[in-house]
Structures are given as C-alpha cells and as structure tokens.
C-alpha cells in the first residue's frame, strides 16, 4: 500500500463514516484524528482490515437514551436526556465518565466514549471504553434539585451498569456532590454496596488523589516530555485554561515543579497574572469555584496586578493563547485552540502543550503544532491519569482497602510515564518519531485491535 492508496483508504472510510453519522461532527473529527494515524499499521498489519477490525471499532457496542423527569424546587416537572454510550469491552468493562451539561448530545458522547477506548488502553489497566451524561445543567440549581435529578437519572441507569460491567465516573458537571446522590441512588436500588462508581468520597470507598489525578497527570506527562529535551518546569511560564477540577490539579502540580502559571479561566473570561498564581491565590480560585460557585472575574477584583478579558464568542480565536509562555494546558473544552490559536502559540515561543481537555485542539491546531515539532501531548495520552486512578480505585474497591495516598501517587506517576514511553516507543517503531499524536492513536489501537481478534467475530 503506497502513500496515495493509504490516503485514499483513510479518505473512504471517512466518506463511509460522514454518510452513516451525518449530524455527527464531534464524533467524526475525533475518528478523522485517530485513523488519520492508522493508514501505516493497516499496512504492516493486513489482518486489521480482513477483521474489519476499524469498521467494528468505530460503531458502539451499544447505546443507551432515556427519558429523566424530576420535580424542580417551585414543584414544576422538568424533563431531561440521559445517555449512555458502551462503545468496547475488548479490554475490559466499560469505563468512563458521566458529563451533566446543556451542550450534552449523542455525538458529543460518542466522540467521548471513542477517545475513552484509547486513553483507557494507554493505562496498561484492564478497562474498556465508554462515556454518558445528560443535557442537564448543575449550574444554578439547588443541592435538592442536584439530587433528585441524580436519583431519576439513576433509576434508568442502575439497570445497565455494575462494577463488572460498566463503571461510571465524573466528568463536567459531575462532581463529588453528584457522584454522592448517584451511588445513593445506586445503592438503595440494588441493595449493594459495590464499586460501581468512581470519584467516590474517601470515606467510602474513594482513593487517594483521585480528585487530583487528571491535572497531576497531565503535569507528569508533560514533564517527561520536556525531559527528551533535557529541560524541566522549573521558572517556566505556563498557560492553563479553565478553573474547574482539571485546571486547579494541574496548577497546583505545576506550582510544585517549579512553574509560573499566569491564566485560568471560565466561560465568562479568563484572568492574567503576571506575577504567578502561588498556592494561596490558587486556595481562594478553588474556594471560589468549589465553594461559592463564582466566576473567575472575581480573582481580578480581589488582587491586584491582574487583568480580566471577558469571553466573546464572536471572536476567531481565544486572546488567552495570545500570552507569552513556554507550555499551555488546554483543561476547558473540546476545540478551544483553533488554527489561528495555535500559531499565536508557537510564534510566541510555546515549546510543550498537553491536553487536560478532551480535543481542545481542531485539527487544524494539531498540524501546526506538529508542523512546528512542538512537543504535543494529546488529550487520550495526557489526561488519562483520571481514569487510571479511576480503575485503581476499583482494585481498592475489590479488595476493601485503601492505598496511602504516596503509593497512589506513585503508580500514578509510573502510569503516565509507561504511557510516554508507549507513545514515544509506537511513533519511532512506525517512522514519525516524536509525534505523541500517532503514537497515542497507534499504540492505543493495537492493542484494541489485537484483543478483538483473539476475542472473534461479537
């Protein structure tokens, strides 16, 4: 298979895929972004496409949509969407996020559930692939509300998920408080006390550091990039998008390696400190956007030095991306870098990006970065430390017990750099080294692929 055949089998089964999933576009960019790696290993490895091994990959194993209706706080019936998406089990049971946010779609999902099958197989840890949600929207809403949405929401969901079937966790707008009135929910249904959730509260049957794993883990990947250049966080400047979970881990982290973070944002704006967020003003954005739940504009008001620039959706790129800096940590939503973005990025000297967002780049952004040989980490490979602390907190759950919090932090740790070492070693083996995105999707792949194989035709 030459160059010119390899594009041409990654160009029809696009075509084939825009055909079946037409009102699908997050869905069919992330699909675009993993076979456009894949032309050389179908080459290498004929069994691939005898198996129709990518054919299967890409349709989930199966969809779940439900109807949730709940009683808001004025007595009035409110009805939202529930999905979930069990995309592969070649690897193990279903494992994977649940998001609560308006934007919440079947394509949306499926793009999720797609990326989870890589990620989750770059951990080495024995876990399928899958992602769910709903439409609602946590914002503003009561701690009553929260929950009895929760409860509707699990009252469909308990009868297609179980610790050896399906494993949710959190994602955006799902947090502690809501994975607390989901296990309830789970719980007093099925008459069990079992791992079938993760993110848990410590106290029962939460791990260490899982709250914190996704941004350390970006932050670890990230530096054992930096180390294949011989330089370290220390005094870098660093950019980071959103305030939420994700971004404080990371910045936090960050702070620890020696790094000066100087933005965080929201949907409202983003901040710029110049000076650095230390770890008092990183405890105050946390106590903000933990606690009470305000917008990160407040942090202008509150210290001095610091501008605020409010969010304008009519712009063509993202000003955030404008500052001067050596790494950038996109951790707010899908596509936030766009093309015009990332050239801003990479003429004002940004040396390392790792995704703690899933596709935050479009994939325009990610040609520039790997045009310019920036050091690119993608979402699967850089953020899937969250999800591999997820699954340690499932081999706690199994066998009732805790892990200190410095062994958690330590396979942690390991994980992120076997994965560096996994994507690395897979884009040298098929001739585009230093291109973690190849690597990520190959590595991630094979491995897929090979156990469908020995698994047959289901």
Avoid at 117 to 124: A, C, E, G, H, R
Avoid at 128 to 152: A, I, L
Avoid at 175 to 187: D, M, P, T, V
Avoid at 329 to 343: G, L, M, V, Y
Wanted: proline fraction near 4%; charged fraction near 20%.
């Amino acid at each position: 298979m030459n160059r010119e055949s390899s594009v041409s089998v990654v160009d029809d089964f696009m075509a084939m895929m825009r055909g079946k999933n037409p009102d699908q576009p997050e869905f069919l960019q992330a699909v675009q972004e993993v076979v456009s790696s894949l032309a050389v290993v179908l080459k290498k490895r004929p069994e691939y496409r005898k198996a129709k091994i990518l054919e299967r990959m890409v349709v989930p194993e199966r969809v779940i949509m439900f109807r949730v209706p709940w009683l808001d706080d004025k007595g009035e019936i409110q009805v939202n969407c529930g999905y979930r998406v069990e995309f592969s089990s070649a690897l193990g049971p279903y494992k994977g996020g649940l998001r609560f946010h308006p934007s919440v779609n079947l394509s949306i999902l499926k793009f999720l559930g797609f990326e989870q099958i890589f990620k989750n197989s770059l951990t080495t840890l024995p876990i399928g692939g899958g992602k769910g949600g709903s439409d609602f929207d946590p914002k503003g809403k009561s701690d009553r509300e929260v929950m009895v949405f929760c409860q509707s929401f699990m009252n469909e969901l308990h009868r297609h998920i179980g610790h050896n079937t399906d494993i949710p966790a959190g994602d955006i707008g799902v947090g502690a408080r809501e994975i607390g009135f989901l296990f309830g929910q789970y719980k007093r249904i099925a008459n069990m006390f079992t791992g079938v959730l993760t993110g848990k509260g410590f106290n029962w049957g939460g791990s260490h550091i899982r709250p914190e794993a996704t941004g350390y883990g970006v932050a670890y990947l990230a530096a054992a990039m930096l180390e294949t250049r011989g330089e370290t966080f220390v005094g870098r400047t660093c950019l980071v998008s959103g305030a939420g979970n994700v971004a404080q881990y990371l910045t936090e982290k960050l702070i620890e390696l020696g790094a000066k973070v100087v933005t965080m944002s929201d949907s409202s704006g983003f901040i710029h400190d110049p000076s650095g967020i230390d770890h008092d003003r990183l405890r105050w954005i946390m106590e903000l956007k933990n606690v009470r739940r305000g917008r990160i504009e407040e942090y202008a008001a509150e210290f001095k030095g610091v501008t605020f620039t409010g969010a304008d959706p009519t712009r063509r790129h993202n000003p955030i991306w404008d500052i001067k800096a050596h790494c950038a940590f996109p951790c707010a939503t899908q596509n936030e870098i766009n093309d015009k973005d990332a050239q801003h990025l990479v003429q004002n000297g940004v040396k390392v990006i790792a995704e703690g967002a899933n596709m935050p780049a479009t994939p325009e952004a990610v040609d520039a970065f790997i045009e310019h040989h920036t050091l690119y980490g993608p979402g699967k490979a850089a953020n899937a430390g969250g999800v591999a602390v997820s699954a340690l907190e499932m081999a706690q759950n199994s066998a009732r017990f805790h892990w200190p919090r410095e062994e958690v932090d330590r396979r942690l740790q390991q994980i992120m750099r076997s994965i560096h070492h996994t994507c690395s070693t897979a884009a040298e083996a098929y001739g585009t080294p230093g291109n973690y995105v190849n690597g990520a999707n190959i590595a991630g792949f094979t491995k897929v692929a090979d156990a469908m194989l020995d698994q047959g035709v289901v």
